[in-house]
């Protein structure tokens, strides 16, 4: 403690402090070796992160901000509508970088993976810390491409607001809507930017009206654009009737100017602002009867005389309570309105405090926080992104790992920068870091201080429940809240370059997996081999170039496969009966059970038991039965996919003494495959949303083309002078799609896929591909 007051002393004496490459004095240097700023020099800062230009905020500030300044958002939106562009600008105003970062020239800070840059998309989620007018900012930059769907849902976990940035030619497209739909399941209040405004095509209204139209939105516009696309100089300040100009003649974008509106040189401007802003202080009035007293109370005569900071205050409450969404425009890459949009999210987003999760009453201020990505990192081994609930985290304390049901210990923490950190010495509610030293935490776990403190809080929601007459199981969903994985939908065969090289392949696995959820590792029980199974081409395709450069191993992929399943069309029953000698002991089982197809769909078996049955089962025999029939479904008689739909009822059970929970589990598998291979069976094959933007003239040419690949097109709709095609296909079809559609349309065609549902083949494709798959075997 001495050593900080000491530097909490030298810290006001200096006036200023310039970049770590310029001269200065060793107490200065002495004192920042004691705060533990180390940063890892790689990339050129403007100025030591946390410092405002040549401002030097106090030690408090820097380390631990007030809980009310921090702002923890997400930059979400569909595939190329500039997410990391804008990223790249706002760390380029906000002072973090010293030039702007370009996604095409593979130098951005977000995008830091070898895949992204090459590939120019972004792949994993990156957090990077910033400060902006006094609020620390947690940013994270997230996947706008189907296949990476759960690090968006990953991330949206922890934000607590998030900017989603549309193309403002396109307006909403296919994956900005399943973007959206996450950020509705996990109540993350949001405001619109909407990019590239300098784009040829560029529609304000259209892009506004699709936010109204496609998302059930309420749009509120802050913001009106002056001139579009090559037109495009500036943005209208609604709330303060004010005009922000860009200097033509800046490189960079830092030079605007920002003029009120007057009557003598922008008439036609203003009356428009004056329009926009009446009609917006009508809204938000609609929306917030706080706001309506005040309006109807004081403003009612003249609207131009309430105060920009009220309709401010009132907007915030608006986008907290998710009733309406603000809506901001400009361009990223012209460096045109990323300024504005700063201010807006400190401005309208919540800080942690305003967020109500409902869980941490129950921990009474004791640490309570979600690891949601982990990275390995070939120097520091395991670094797990960590965000504070409640409590606080310091270097060398042992926290308490809920799902993983274990103790680890953090070693050090940092403060995220991309691919460059910061280390700090704690870690309070509110905030997002990285964590090293933790070996077993993975994407999802909750962690805690300890094992008592779990078990108070348990009983304080267990209380809390028996008053409010709620199952204790409602308690524990609240603590354990993590991420849900979708099932994957490809995969394919992994082999080594030699059996030597085997164990390295399942290191390199085993950290994968840690990384990223989705991905699947399982073991053919047939041949051996190690299979993959991802979310898409692109998903797997990632993953084998990041074992080649990150692990040094030159495996070989088999062919692509498709996940399908595997149903029954009718009831039918069936007995077996196991009758085995172990050692000097019998173990005979004889099992009667029914299999019957479900009208719902459900992944996994639904268990029934028979009314003559059910009293006398002990729990033992119960949880050997489901094992059973859990093993049996996981490989269906017709390909070996899993069987799912299926509703399976035991009538008879009759267990010798001393028979083991092992025997009655293979015999009720055996018993089970026994009834699904004679009943009548199909084939049930994923069925994917399917998205087409392209022009008028190469319409014909993609619509032939989906017929051929089994299509059903539900509609066309026109987005300027493109044609949007919306439809099903089946997975099957649709493989290597990305280069057929660029050859069709000379590379002016983008696509959108995305999982629907499984849905029965029809009985001639059904056919064809059970021979195809004879003919391979």
């Known amino acids: ?267 036609k401007l203003l009356k428009e602002t004056t329009e926009a802003r009446n009609a917006l202080i009508e809204q938000v009035a609609d929306l917030d009867d706080e706001f309506a007293d005040l309006v109807l109370g004081e403003f009612s005569e003249n609207f131009d005389l309430l105060p920009a900071e009220k309709l401010q205050t009132a907007i915030h409450r608006v986008t907290l309570a998710q009733t309406a969404v603000p809506v901001l425009c400009g361009s990223a890459l012209k460096n045109k309105g990323v300024q504005p949009l700063l201010d807006a999210i400190t401005m309208y987003l919540p800080s942690p405090e305003e967020r109500n999760y409902e869980f941490l009453q129950w921990y009474k201020g004791d640490l309570c926080a979600l690891a949601f990505k982990v990275l390995h990192d070939k120097q520091r081994g395991p670094l797990v992104f960590m965000r504070v609930y409640s409590g606080v985290i310091k270097p060398q304390m042992a926290i308490y790992n809920i799902n993983g049901n274990c103790t680890e210990r953090i070693s050090r923490l940092l403060l995220p920068f991309a691919d460059q950190h910061i280390e700090i010495p704690l870690l309070t509610a509110g905030n997002i870091a990285l964590t090293v030293g933790l070996k077993h935490t993975a994407t999802g776990d909750t962690i805690v201080s300890s094992k008592s403190s779990i078990l108070a809080a348990s009983r304080r929601a267990k209380r809390e429940g028996e008053k409010k007459q709620k199952e204790n199981n409602e308690a524990e969903r609240l603590l354990l809240a993590g991420v849900e994985i979708p099932e994957p939908v490809f995969f394919c065969t992994i082999e080594p370059p030699s059996m030597a090289k085997q164990p390295d392949l399942d290191h390199a696995l085993k950290c994968l997996q840690r990384e990223d959820p989705s991905l699947k590792v399982k073991l053919d029980p047939d041949s051996g081999q190690t299979v993959l199974c991802g979310m898409g081409e692109l998903h797997i395709e990632i993953i084998h170039d990041r074992i080649k450069r990150e692990y040094g191993l030159d495996t070989y992929l088999g062919p692509l496969q498709v996940a399908y399943r595997e149903a029954i069309l009718n009831s039918v029953r069936a007995t077996d009966t196991l009758d085995r000698t172990l050692g000097d002991k019998r173990h005979l089982v004889t099992v009667e059970l029914e299999a019957k197809p479900m009208e719902t769909s459900s992944l996994l078996p639904v268990i029934e038991y028979a009314a003559s049955i059910a009293e006398d089962l002990s729990q033992a025999s119960r949880e050997a039965f489901e094992n059973g029939v859990n093993s049996a479904c996981l490989q269906g008689p017709l390909l070996g996919f899993p069987v799912q739909d299926v509703a399976v009822t035991l009538h008879s059970l009759v267990i010798h003494p001393g028979t083991s929970t092992t025997m009655i589990s293979a015999c009720v598998s055996r018993c089970l495959q026994k009834a699904l291979k004679k009943a009548d069976k199909q084939i049930l094959e994923p069925l994917m949303n399917l998205e087409v933007t392209v022009t008028r003239d190469y319409l014909s040419p993609v619509l032939a083309d989906l017929a051929q690949r089994r299509g059903n097109i539900q509609e066309i709709q026109s987005r300027q002078d493109n044609r949007v095609v919306i439809g099903f296909v089946p997975l099957a079809e649709i493989m290597g799609y990305s280069t057929v559609l660029r050859t069709l349309t000379s590379g002016s065609a983008t696509f959108a896929l995305e999982l629907s549902n499984y849905q029965a083949m029809n009985p001639q494709d059904q056919s064809m591909l059970l021979s195809q798959r004879n003919v391979l075997s």
């Open 1 to 267: 403690m001495s050593n900080l007051r000491i530097f909490a002393v030298n810290w006001k004496k200096i006036s200023s402090l310039h970049y770590f490459n310029n001269m200065c004095s060793s107490k200065i240097r002495a004192s920042l070796k004691t705060l533990k700023l180390h940063v890892l020099l790689g990339r050129n800062y403007s100025s030591l992160p946390g410092l405002i230009g040549n401002d030097v905020k106090s030690l408090h500030s820097v380390i631990n901000p007030p809980i009310a300044k921090i702002r923890n958002i997400g930059i979400t939106a569909h595939i190329d509508a500039g997410k990391t562009t804008t990223t790249e600008r706002i760390l380029y105003y906000s002072g973090y970088t010293r030039s702007l970062g370009d996604v095409d020239d593979g130098d951005t800070v977000t995008d830091f993976m070898a895949q992204e840059r090459e590939r120019g998309i972004t792949v994993q989620a990156a957090a990077v810390t910033f400060d902006w007018k006094g609020h620390r900012v947690n940013l994270i930059d997230t996947p706008g491409h189907v296949d990476f769907t759960l690090e968006v849902e990953r991330c949206l976990r922890v934000l607590d607001g998030a900017v989603a940035v549309f193309d403002a030619s396109a307006g909403v497209e296919a994956q900005t809507l399943t973007v959206w739909r996450q950020a509705d399941k996990h109540k993350v209040p949001r405001i619109c930017f909407l990019n590239k405004m300098d784009k040829i095509g560029a529609s304000f209204n259209y892009a506004v009206e699709s936010i109204r139209e496609k998302l059930k939105a309420k749009p509120l516009l802050l913001q009106l654009p002056i001139g579009e696309g090559k037109a495009f100089k500036g943005v209208v300040d609604v709330v303060g009737k004010e005009k922000l100009l860009w200097n033509p003649n800046s490189d960079d974008g830092k030079d605007f100017e920002r003029k009120p509106l007057l009557e003598m040189s922008d008439p």
